[in-house]
């Protein structure tokens, strides 16, 4: 998993409260346990006129120009901005993923679904918890200025958003993993060599519960 320290990005606005995972990566793309190729169809229902069926072009499609995730100024957005609750509804991990492999790496809200939250860390997503008058004013400034870029450091908790300067929380297990480009099995790997001992250990003291070698 691709580590996360800092991050210098452009910051797109999807204003909008309770996003549920079904309408970040609809349930008919859901064919494949691969982790890529759901960019293409991230918020699909709300990013193009037609409706998406797997397998078609993006190239074939049509895009609504009105979509925030289709403007020019938001090209190469790498950051998030959302109401409260984003990340509702079914648990399905494809809805990291689709955000992961668009490019989103920050998202900033109110409040997310636990599920997702947890999901998110695992799959090199950082969630950024802020107050909605915070979040309110960012929302503002997105207004204001379409295109703008932010910096996230992680490892201070800082997120710079034009002339504001931000403070935000992480549990720190979870911020280890991102530091560190750790997933689940990452995480495990860390103690390879205490498993393989006992491993042993066990072998040696309980030998009836292993299968005699041919």
């Given at each position: 998993?691709?580590?996360?320290?800092?991050?210098?990005?452009?910051?797109?606005?999807?204003?909008?409260?309770?996003?549920?995972?079904?309408?970040?990566?609809?349930?008919?793309?859901?064919?494949?346990?691969?982790?890529?190729?759901?960019?293409?169809?991230?918020?699909?229902?709300?990013?193009?006129?037609?409706?998406?069926?797997?397998?078609?072009?993006?190239?074939?499609?049509?895009?609504?120009?009105d979509f925030?995730?289709?403007?020019?100024?938001?090209?190469?957005?790498?950051?998030?901005?959302?109401?409260?609750?984003?990340?509702?509804?079914?648990?399905?991990?494809?809805?990291?993923?689709?955000?992961?492999?668009?490019?989103?790496?920050?998202?900033?809200?109110?409040?997310?679904?636990?599920?997702?939250?947890?999901?998110?860390?695992?799959?090199?997503?950082?969630?950024?918890?802020?107050?909605?008058?915070?979040?309110?004013?960012?929302?503002?400034?997105?207004?204001?200025?379409?295109?703008?870029?932010?910096?996230?450091?992680?490892?201070?908790?800082?997120?710079?958003?034009?002339?504001?300067?931000?403070?935000?929380?992480?549990?720190?297990?979870?911020?280890?993993?991102?530091?560190?480009?750790?997933?689940?099995?990452?995480?495990?790997?860390?103690?390879?060599?205490?498993?393989?001992?006992?491993?042993?250990?066990?072998r040696s003291?309980?030998?009836?519960?292993?299968?005699?070698?041919?």
């Open positions: 998993m691709q580590a996360f320290t800092t991050l210098d990005a452009v910051a797109v606005p999807l204003d909008r409260a309770n996003v549920d995972t079904d309408a970040i990566i609809p349930k008919q793309f859901m064919k494949s346990i691969a982790r890529t190729g759901f960019g293409d169809n991230l918020f699909d229902e709300w990013r193009y006129h037609d409706r998406g069926e797997p397998g078609v072009p993006r190239s074939q499609r049509q895009p609504r120009a925030p995730l289709n403007q020019p100024a938001f090209a190469g957005a790498q950051i998030l901005l959302t109401r409260e609750n984003f990340g509702c509804g079914s648990s399905r991990e494809h809805a990291p993923w689709a955000l992961r492999d668009f490019g989103i790496r920050a998202i900033v809200a109110p409040s997310f679904a636990d599920i997702f939250h947890g999901n998110c860390f695992k799959n090199g997503i950082l969630p950024i918890v802020l107050g909605a008058d915070t979040v309110e004013r960012l929302f503002a400034q997105l207004q204001r200025q379409p295109g703008q870029r932010w910096q996230i450091d992680l490892a201070a908790r800082h997120l710079q958003a034009g002339a504001e300067r931000l403070t935000f929380t992480v549990d720190p297990e979870r911020a280890h993993r991102l530091l560190n480009g750790l997933d689940d099995i990452g995480l495990t790997l860390q103690r390879a060599e205490r498993i393989r001992a006992y491993e042993v250990r066990r003291q309980e030998p009836w519960l292993f299968p005699v070698q041919p």
